[in-house]
T-cell receptor, first 115, second 115 residues
Framework: DAGVIQSPRHEVTEMGQEVTLRCKPI?????LFWYRQTMMRGLELLIY????????DSGMPEDRFSAKMPNASFSTLKIQPSEPRDSAVYFC?????????????FGPGTRLTVT | AQTVTQSQPEMSVQEAETVTLSCTYD???????LFWYKQPPSRQMILVIR??????QNATENRFSVNFQKAAKSFSLKISDSQLGDAAMYFC????????????FGKGTHLIIQP
């Protein structure tokens, strides 16, 4: 299996621009997670989906952030408008229910820089 | 809400020696899972070891083992025969056992291997 795929790997954008991060989970996995990693706050859960349905978005920092999962093989995280404080590494992870304790497989991350 | 605390921002060990990384957590739940993830400079998150709270036996994976003390809410990672490739950030993580929830991470411990 190719693992969790994220694109782009690096994104540099100007403040105020729209940013879209993409994720393809492992085939057969039914849960998908978006995390953000910063030096100040560490790794934080932003939102997660079960069977394409958003379950908990309490970690989404503000209304500028939105996430969708239109089908089992694709999810997006959108920031509009972007701000310099959104600069971080964004990880997508997927898992299959409680198999192996709900072990989550992480993608390589997208490093976002907002100038 | 659950919290995970890693009190050692950085640890250093000589190659071939043994090192223990500490982790404590706070929860009111009885059913949960604990994980250690490794993040090398490539930033890829790699699962090192998992522990189910209902299991009394400590998990082991080759040179990696845990000391799980449920009553004390402690979950330390022991790395035996340290190798240069073990140098990385190590994150302790908690997940509720009730469903496919997201992970709560500690702040991480930076492990340095001295040759």
């Amino acid at each position: 299996d190719a693992g969790v795929i994220q694109s782009p790997r690096h994104e540099v954008t100007e403040m105020g621009q729209e940013v879209t991060l993409r994720c393809k989970p492992i085939s057969g996995h039914n849960s998908l997670f978006w995390y953000r990693q910063t030096m100040m706050r560490g790794l934080e859960l932003l939102i997660y989906f079960n069977n394409n349905v958003p379950i908990d978005d309490s970690g989404m920092p503000e209304d500028r952030f939105s996430a969708k999962m239109p089908n089992a093989s694709f999810s997006t995280l959108k920031i509009q408008p972007s701000e310099p404080r959104d600069s971080a590494v964004y990880f997508c992870a997927s898992s299959f229910g409680l198999f192996q304790g709900g072990e989550q497989y992480f993608g390589p991350g997208t490093r976002l820089t907002v100038t | 809400a659950q919290t995970v605390t890693q009190s050692q921002p950085e640890m250093s060990v000589q190659e071939a020696e043994t090192v223990t990384l500490s982790c404590t957590y706070d929860t009111s739940e009885s059913d949960y899972y604990l994980f250690w993830y490794k993040q090398p400079p490539s930033r890829q998150m790699i699962l090192v070891i998992r522990q189910e709270a209902y299991k009394q036996q400590n998990a082991t994976e080759n040179r990696f083992s845990v000391n799980f003390q449920k009553a004390a809410k402690s979950f330390s990672l022991k790395i035996s025969d340290s190798q240069l490739g073990d140098a990385a950030m190590y994150f302790c993580a908690y997940r509720s056992g009730g469903g496919a929830d997201g992970l709560t991470f500690g702040k991480g411990t930076h492990l340095i291997i001295q040759p």
